[in-house]
């Protein structure tokens, strides 16, 4: 280490002064140079005009030229140099904190006053290492060992540690222990004109640390007085998590201190009822601070309140969002506390207001809120606040504009002490979808705490309420649509069995290359198309015969997945199907419920012209998944799922009410016929099922088909024979398929044909007796029996109507099975089997037809119930 110089006892010169020899070694050079050249030109001053002294001298003088020209360039580089280092030892020696620089192998480059005043060092002779000076303390031989890692791995650090002793001698700093703190950085090569320096700063931080501990000590004191204060107390986040609660509050809400750790709780757990929402309505201007008293009920550990009274004070953030706040428990009373004073009373009948099911506010002739209870400013929150209502803010604010009138021509009536008052329905004007009733009572007699009141509001909200009698307003339409449709469809299919029966006569009659034949064959697959679309009301209004069996939607949309790529060709819509795992079974009609699929895969596609995805979705639903799909008119029950999903153009919501109505499209003329999402309604709604779509335009439509779990009880042996899956319900007839036949004629057995409408009627004799059956006719139930009577029970089945005058078709069979129990039975009706099969003795044996119906059918239906 180089010699301290006498103007800076302490320290070691940060410039080097072989910079400076080499300066004066430049300058001698020069001289010695010049001097030569000054030598030679005298020596050869008669033989200048020699080339070759000329040359040597011109080297001299290129020579001198370069050291002058270096001894300039040095001048320059290390007048600033100089002036660098004056100014950095300066700064160095006026630093409060001991600063010593070593290069990489711990040898002393340079040691400030501090640390020199800090290590007791007086002259450069007695400066000591830091190795010198902290190894023989563990703690700090450890904490320097971490730090010249830290250095050789190119990382600044910092370490505190504590000394028995102090570094230098026992002075101002005084005996004892003392706290230092050491870090070190590193100076690069490119700031210290060579290799690498490590920076070692030392401060002696006793006082500090002694600050510290005294500051802890007087917080844990004050902690401890505020845990066993005579109130209680806690303090909560932004979120309403709880970062400290006080012994006192813990003990009076039977909490255990032990198990609480922050933010393990929130305020909603320590408030009972309304109150969370008065805490939450107090917020303080942005930056601010506010404080109000509230009275409310806590929620003891057990379940049970507390009433208490809060002196709540809540911050604000600079951009108005809720801060941290803190909050004192004052007057708490115990469950036997009789003490009726004016205080007591006035905090009951707080807690009481604050705690009813109902918002209550009250105005001022002006309409202006006076006073508001907690339910208040929960339900209208995200519309008026309580800084708003101390503002004078008006009641009609949370009226929806249309609503207004009606709430001034309230405000009138009140004025005038008038009474029943009508209530008022109105949306709240933030969020359409929520619905509200309000009640409004004149102040007759008014109080001396509060003169200026002039009504008092009563809120109730009836969103749910305003749901379910939408629902059943549009259940009760589809329902008497339904009925209209059905009744419709029945009386259309008699019209279109007459003509069915009367076009197989004519067509029996013809030959093919008769003129009439063509018109005859039109005439029958119009009527046909007819049968199809009274089908489609039928399944509407839920009258269609249904032939419920067990299935598996896995295998069912398997087998439809073939043919609903079918009808996706020629167009850009990809089909993508997903399964669910293990789906329940389900049971419907497997025609039926293909059907279902069919025409919702069909409507997607045509909701996306220009093409995209077509998903088919299944999967199983608890009974505790259903509330997630927010429907009030869905059951709690087991349900699989079944969705289909396009990224079409999407249904508008003012149609979306108006789509499973009858005749109801949104295609052009002549491209649907608007029953096919009718239909399914019905078929879904016949399953047992609900139909639930969502829809938002531009994006898309999802329609859920959601059928009940099928469960399937397995008999144990020796008690029955199970239900063979396809078979139909017990005490139902079996449909009469249309399939050939070797042999349809009558071979002279009897018919009694029953039926009110003579059109069909007729026709249906005609067929029979070509098919070689004697056949008697008989326009009701009544007249039925009376034939019967007269043929002496000699007849070999009865073709019977549903629905007919004086006596219908059920009470017909009761009736003639009471003296004929064997007699075969044949239905036929327009309507579903079950709408009567459900009034019959459970053992009842028929036939069914569904009409309309051709002559084949008619012969087919017969003949296999003959011989049955």
């Not at 009813?356 to 209870?373: E, H, Q």
């Not at 919702?600 to 997630?628: K, Q």
């Not at 006596?807 to 004929?820: A, F, N, Q, S």
Request: proline content about 4%; glycine content about 8%.
């Amino acid at each position: 280490m180089t010699k301290l110089r006498q103007s800076d006892e302490y320290s070691v010169p940060l410039v080097d002064r072989g910079v400076r020899s080499g300066i004066v070694l430049r300058i001698i050079l020069l001289a010695l140079v010049l001097i030569a050249a000054a030598a030679a030109f005298v020596v050869f001053k008669n033989e200048l005009d020699n080339e070759i002294v000329l040359g040597a001298l011109g080297i001299l003088a290129m020579v001198g030229i370069f050291f002058l020209v270096s001894s300039v360039i040095g001048f320059v580089e290390v007048m600033p140099q100089t002036q660098s280092d004056s100014l950095a030892r300066s700064f160095l020696n006026s630093h409060p904190d001991g600063t010593l620089i070593t290069d990489d192998k711990g040898r002393i480059v340079y040691a400030n006053l501090a640390y020199g005043d800090l290590t007791g060092a007086k002259k450069t002779s007695e400066v000591q290492s830091l190795d010198t000076l902290l190894s023989r303390n563990r703690e700090s031989n450890q904490a320097l060992y971490r730090l010249s890692n830290a250095l050789r791995e190119g990382k600044e650090g910092s370490e505190e540690f504590r000394l028995m002793k102090p570094l230098g001698p026992v002075g101002t700093s005084g005996s004892g222990a003392h706290w230092y703190r050491l870090k070190a950085r590193l100076l690069p090569p490119g700031q210290s004109r060579g290799k690498a320096l490590h920076i070692w700063q030392i401060t002696d931080i006793t006082s500090e640390r002694d600050d510290q501990e005294r500051f802890f000590k007087e917080l844990q004191n004050a902690i401890d007085y505020l845990d066993h204060a005579p109130a209680g107390f806690f303090s909560a986040g932004r979120k309403g998590e709880i970062f400290y609660l006080n012994a006192t509050l813990a003990e009076w809400l039977g909490l255990d201190l032990t198990k609480f750790t922050p933010g393990s709780i929130s305020v909603g757990d320590l408030v009972a009822g309304e109150g969370l929402a008065l805490i939450q309505s107090v917020q303080a201007e942005p930056g601010l601070k506010k404080t109000v008293t509230l009275d409310l009920d806590l929620r003891k550990g057990n379940g049970q309140s507390l009433p208490a009274r809060l002196v709540h004070s809540v911050t604000s953030m600079r951009d108005g969002a809720p801060g941290e706040s803190r909050t004192i428990v004052l007057g708490r009373q115990k469950d036997d506390d009789d003490d009726q004073s004016a205080s007591v009373a006035a905090m009951r009948f707080t807690r009481f207001f604050n705690n009813t099911p109902m918002a209550i506010a009250s105005v001022d002739g002006a309409g202006r809120i006076l006073r508001t209870n907690a339910p208040f400013l929960k339900l209208f929150s995200n519309v008026v606040s309580r800084d708003d209502i101390e503002r004078g803010a008006a009641l009609e604010v949370i009226f929806s504009e249309s609503e207004r009138p009606r709430l001034a021509q309230a405000f009138a009536a009140a004025k005038d002490r008038q009474g029943d008052i009508p209530s008022i329905d109105s949306r709240n004007p933030m969020d359409e979808t929520r619905h509200f009733r309000f009640y409004i009572n004149a102040v007759i007699e008014q109080s001396d705490e509060a003169p200026e009141e002039a009504a008092i509001v009563y809120a109730v909200e009836v969103t749910e309420q305003k749901a379910l009698e939408a629902q059943m307003a549009q259940t009760q339409k589809m329902n008497a649509v339904g009925t209209l449709a059905g009744g419709i469809a029945h009386d259309f299919n008699n019209v279109l069995t007459a003509i069915l029966l009367s076009s197989d006569h004519l067509l029996l009659q013809a030959r093919p290359a008769d003129a009439s034949f063509a018109d005859l064959m039109e005439i029958k697959r119009n009527a046909n198309r007819a049968a199809v679309l009274v089908r489609q009301l039928l399944a509407f209004s839920r009258k269609q015969t249904m032939r419920p069996t067990v299935i598996n939607l896995t295998d069912v949309i398997g087998d439809l997945r073939m043919l609903v790529e079918r009808l996706l060709s020629g167009t850009r819509v990809k089909l993508e199907v997903e399964y669910g795992r293990d789906l329940w079974p389900v049971k419907t009609d497997l025609s039926q419920f293909e059907q279902v699929l069919i025409n919702l895969c069909v409507n997607a596609r045509d909701a996306m012209p220009e093409g995209g995805r077509l998903v088919l979705r299944t999967r199983n639903v608890s009974a505790a998944d259903m509330a997630a799909f927010n429907s009030a008119y869905l059951p709690q029950e087991d349900m699989v799922l079944v969705e289909v999903s396009d990224n079409g153009t999407g249904i508008a919501p003012e149609i979306m009410d108006k789509i499973f109505e009858p005749f109801f499209t949104t295609k052009d003329v002549g491209k649907g016929t608007g029953l096919g999402l009718a239909m399914v309604y019905g078929i879904v709604k016949q399953s047992g099922g609900y139909i639930q779509p969502d829809s938002e335009v531009g994006k898309g439509t999802t329609f859920r088909v959601f059928l009940p779990r099928h469960i399937i009880e397995v008999l144990p042996l020796g008690e029955g024979e199970l239900e063979a899956p396809n078979a139909p319900p017990m005490g139902q007839g079996a449909v009469m398929p249309e399939v050939e036949q070797a042999d349809l004629t009558g071979k002279s057995a009897v018919v009694l044909l029953v039926e009110d409408e003579e059109a069909v009627r007729r026709g249906g004799k005609r067929m029979l007796e070509t098919r070689g059956y004697t056949v008697h006719e008989a326009g009701s139930g009544v007249e039925a029996l009376e034939i019967l009577e007269e043929l002496e029970g000699k007849v070999d089945v009865v073709v019977s109507d549903v629905v007919m005058p004086e006596m219908d078709g059920p009470t017909l069979l009761r009736e003639l099975r009471k003296i004929y129990p064997d007699m075969k039975f044949i239905f036929v009706s327009g309507y579903a089997e079950d709408a009567f099969a459900r009034n019959l003795p459970a053992d009842s044996k028929f036939g069914f037809l569904p009409k309309p119906f051709s002559l084949k059918q008619l012969a087919v239906a017969v003949r296999e119930m003959l011989d049955s």
